[in-house]
């Protein structure tokens, strides 16, 4: 059975199915923050989603990863790289992108399994 949480019309921010747990793209709530900001941002609203699925980031499968500006990679990884479980880490990929809004500057999608 399919189960979606956190839904509108367009989309749900979580659907999980079987054992896997995917997560919309997560964009920062306050863009107002720069790259390192509002990565902190995202991470936190996918240890939420994640959570409410059952899972957590010890179980991520897969992350992709859009940033806005390249230049600002390093930015984004210090964030990414505190929070990881690095005893777990996911297959990822990353490339520059423009990004839905001038002001956002990283997105981040990620597939987990359920524990």
Known sequence: MIERQHKNQRMSQLVS???LVWTAGQVAKD???DMAG???QILAQ???LLADAGSNKSAL???NIWVSD???FAQMNAVWDAWVDSENPPVRACVE???ARDELLVEIQVVAAKL
């Open 17 to 19: 199915f079987a054992n």
């Open 31 to 33: 863009p107002s923050q």
């Open 38 to 40: 509002q990565t902190e």
């Open 46 to 48: 996918i240890d939420a």
């Open 61 to 63: 499968i897969s992350a």
């Open 70 to 72: 390249i230049s600002q």
């Open 97 to 99: 992108s423009r990004l």
